[in-house]
């Protein structure tokens, strides 16, 4: 019998719970012995849980324990969060986490010291909630020079977006709707300004470099400042608006960002709409592969995670090999990099911006109140520096996306 560990009765928490009793049987085949929950750490309590036996308040209970082999850590933030972590590896206990913010900042950190004491640091849940990325990334691809990750990473934006652009609403309005659903937090900051989807890509950098991308460092952009109209001339361009983590590698460039792109109907990822997530990989064999599913969610995420434990028991004293090494990656300045924008003005800055971007195209989109047009291919730099004379009569802008 191998025991676990749960830290976090929370959504995720309760779910990693529910989908090893649930799935008890078929689950511990797999991993080849049964696979038990034998703790849950919470502060709280949950009188007339059906799990209530198994809750502790305190973290040593579980760290003194030798019977617990693998601990999944799913209560979010960097604090005890990062201390339990280091307990446990340090006790040579597995450790599976759904922890999107302590991979990206500690995960070479943990990993190795997981590697000095022969067990093992599995974040699968981290990127995508059920989606299968990392066990990708780290054996089926192995053979592969991934050149590229683009990925839609947050749920959350992915849905606003998607009913913007479906119902022509502002983004306030579908932002409080997605409140009231439960797909947006109180406090949505960490989503619409995409530091979520962040955290993501340096993670999914990380393991395609085999370097450490500081989420710190990446240019990240929101999409608070997306309206109804930029999805009007979208959708006479024949292309929609996503938020996109983007990372490619050629030669020593190595170019991450997050920001909302136009992207046209050729791509994969343009009929990725509400929750779903969808990560698209480029290797220099295979080309393109795409995994797509829930991106958050109880089930999903605890799905993601039971997962891992199954890995951990199956290799059990021994280490999982992961390439992903404590020197930080040389990223490329996002303001030499070249591309088209959309630019969408005041009807009486449209010469202007003709006259600032000249060989562009305008986007005719049958609307009086604003004008739409195409910038030529040029540096971020001198388009943000030309932007800028436009002055008042610059209403939006957007990059262009493959």
Request: hydrophobic residues 40%; aromatic residues 6%; negative net charge.
């Amino acid at each position: 019998m191998i025991n676990v560990a749960v830290l976090g009765y929370g959504t995720v928490g309760s779910g990693v719970v529910e989908v090893i009793e649930s799935n008890k049987e078929l689950i511990s085949k797999r991993a080849g012995e049964q696979i038990e929950v034998k703790y849950i750490l919470d502060l709280r309590d949950f009188p007339g849980d059906p799990y209530e036996s198994k809750l502790v308040h305190d973290v040593n209970v579980i760290m003194e324990d030798d019977s617990v082999a693998i601990v999944c850590e799913v209560m979010g933030g960097v604090g005890a969060a990062y201390q339990f972590t280091k307990m446990a590896l340090n006790k040579g206990k597995s450790v599976c986490t759904s922890n999107k913010e302590l991979v990206a900042k500690y995960g070479p950190e943990l990993l190795g010291i997981a590697k000095e004491k022969g067990c093992n640091y599995l974040f699968e849940a981290s990127v995508g909630g059920g989606i299968p990325i990392i066990r990708p990334l780290n054996s089926a691809l192995t053979a592969e020079k991934v050149e590229k990750i683009t990925g839609i990473l947050n749920g959350t934006t992915n849905y606003i977006l998607s009913k913007m652009e479906k119902e022509g609403a502002d983004f306030e309005d579908v932002l409080k709707e997605a409140q009231e659903k439960g797909y947006a937090e109180r406090n949505p900051e960490a989503d619409v300004e995409g530091h979520d989807a962040c955290r993501k890509i340096s993670i999914l950098s990380s393991l395609m470099l085999g370097k450490t991308v500081n989420s710190e460092k990446v240019y990240t952009e929101g999409i608070t400042k997306i309206t109804a109209a930029d999805f009007v001339y979208a959708k006479a361009m024949g292309r929609s608006i996503k938020l996109l983590g983007v990372s490619r590698s050629k030669g020593e460039e190595n170019l991450v960002m997050v920001a909302p792109f136009m992207i046209s109907a050729e791509n994969p990822l343009y009929m990725v709409n509400d929750v779903f997530n969808a990560i698209l990989v480029k290797g220099n064999m295979l080309g393109n592969s795409m995994y797509y599913g829930k991106g958050a969610g109880k089930l999903p995420t605890a799905s993601a995670v039971v997962g891992d434990v199954v890995d951990c028991a199956r290799n059990q004293g021994r280490t999982i090999p992961c390439l992903w090494d404590a020197k930080e990656a040389v990223l490329a300045d996002v303001d030499e990099v070249e591309r088209r924008f959309f630019v969408r003005v005041k009807p009486e800055g449209l010469e202007a911006v003709m006259a600032a971007f000249p060989g562009g195209e305008q986007v005719d989109a049958g609307r009086s109140k604003d004008a739409g047009y195409v910038t030529p291919s040029l540096k971020e730099k001198d388009f943000a520096a030309k932007a800028e004379l436009l002055g008042d009569a610059l209403l939006g802008k957007i990059r262009l996306g493959d």
